[in-house]
């Protein structure tokens, strides 16, 4: 997580960070019913996340304000990024190993593919995810929340996709953590994913969630996406055919980079 994003994340005006959780759920309310009499006149869906989403306060003052324009690349970025294994070894996927001992929580292993918009899978492509821990306490100097850091666990891992866009990460469940959006604001358990994509100056970062977390109807973040189908498609699956005998429970997410069901990508300034 990077100095401006956590500063984001959790640096907000004292005014802002008073609204009550109460007050923040009736104006997520109010702008999906909003929303849902667009598309029953007949708006298209939305697919990605709202830019300037009042209930999540600091993208009032962080969003684009004006229409971007095209830059050109410099000639560097005018190729496609390429790794392997000299480059990824594939014991950095496994966060759960990086230290002398072993790390606190629940083991984990999070799965999938990574396909493009007409389902063909995306090979040699390089993910890097961060999280916090079991605690929810991120290894980072500015997350300074009364929650221990567990010195055998630091959050951050990355793989290289396979032949059929595969990816695996084994890692420790994150817990939720307070944020200062609002007062007795907390963020669902998640896991940072950061992909590239045809050039360096295409990374594109998103979050994965957990099934039936309670904090998902509270979180201004996840419900700045207005759709339901759309936030559905950030939370993964357990899937029992990866959970190993009493090793790691297994969870499932396939990420999709375009098209009209494309996974949602935020900002890099957004990383919370």
């Given at each position: 997580?990077?100095?401006?994003?956590?500063?984001?994340?959790?640096?907000?005006d004292p005014?802002?960070?008073?609204?009550?959780?109460?007050?923040?759920?009736?104006?997520?309310?109010?702008?999906?019913?909003?929303?849902?009499?667009?598309?029953?006149?007949?708006?298209?869906a939305?697919?990605?996340?709202?830019?300037?989403?009042?209930?999540?306060?600091s993208?009032?003052?962080?969003?684009?304000?004006?229409?971007?324009?095209?830059?050109?690349?410099?000639?560097?970025?005018?190729?496609?990024?390429?790794?392997?294994?000299?480059?990824?070894?594939?014991?950095?996927?496994?966060?759960?190993?990086?230290?002398?001992?072993?790390p606190?929580?629940?083991?984990?292993?999070?799965?999938?593919?990574?396909?493009?918009?007409?389902?063909?899978?995306?090979?040699?492509?390089?993910?890097?995810?961060?999280?916090?821990?079991?605690?929810?306490?991120?290894?980072?100097?500015?997350?300074?929340?009364?929650?221990?850091?567990?010195?055998?666990?630091?959050?951050?891992?990355?793989?290289?996709?396979g032949?059929?866009?595969?990816?695996?990460?084994?890692?420790?469940?994150?817990?939720?953590?307070?944020?200062?959006?609002?007062?007795?604001?907390?963020?669902?358990?998640?896991?940072?994913?950061?992909?590239?994509?045809?050039?360096?100056?295409?990374?594109?970062?998103?979050?994965?969630?957990?099934?039936?977390?309670?904090?998902?109807?509270?979180?201004?973040?996840?419900?700045?996406?207005?759709?339901?189908?759309?936030?559905?498609?950030?939370?993964?699956?357990y899937?029992?055919?990866?959970?190993?005998?009493?090793?790691?429970?297994?969870?499932?997410?396939?990420?999709?980079?375009t098209?009209?069901?494309?996974?949602?990508?935020?900002?890099?300034?957004?990383?919370?």
């Open positions: 997580m990077s100095n401006e994003a956590f500063n984001n994340a959790h640096v907000l005014a802002a960070s008073q609204a009550t959780q109460e007050q923040i759920t009736g104006e997520i309310t109010d702008i999906h019913e909003a929303y849902r009499q667009e598309v029953l006149a007949g708006k298209k939305e697919t990605q996340p709202r830019v300037d989403f009042a209930p999540y306060r993208s009032l003052l962080r969003h684009p304000t004006k229409d971007l324009h095209h830059t050109d690349p410099e000639t560097i970025e005018l190729h496609s990024p390429a790794f392997g294994q000299r480059d990824v070894h594939v014991l950095e996927s496994d966060l759960t190993i990086q230290h002398n001992g072993e606190i929580g629940e083991r984990i292993v999070v799965a999938g593919r990574v396909l493009d918009g007409d389902g063909r899978p995306v090979a040699n492509q390089l993910i890097e995810i961060w999280q916090a821990n079991a605690a929810g306490r991120y290894v980072h100097k500015r997350d300074q929340h009364p929650a221990p850091i567990d010195p055998n666990f630091t959050g951050v891992g990355r793989a290289i996709t032949p059929n866009g595969e990816y695996s990460f084994t890692t420790i469940k994150p817990a939720p953590y307070p944020w200062k959006n609002h007062h007795n604001a907390w963020r669902p358990a998640h896991i940072h994913f950061s992909l590239f994509g045809t050039d360096f100056t295409q990374r594109m970062i998103t979050q994965m969630y957990f099934p039936g977390d309670p904090l998902f109807a509270l979180d201004p973040i996840y419900q700045a996406i207005t759709d339901q189908k759309a936030r559905d498609a950030l939370v993964a699956t899937d029992h055919n990866l959970t190993s005998h009493e090793w790691a429970t297994g969870y499932n997410w396939d990420i999709v980079l098209g009209s069901n494309r996974t949602w990508m935020e900002n890099e300034e957004e990383e919370h």
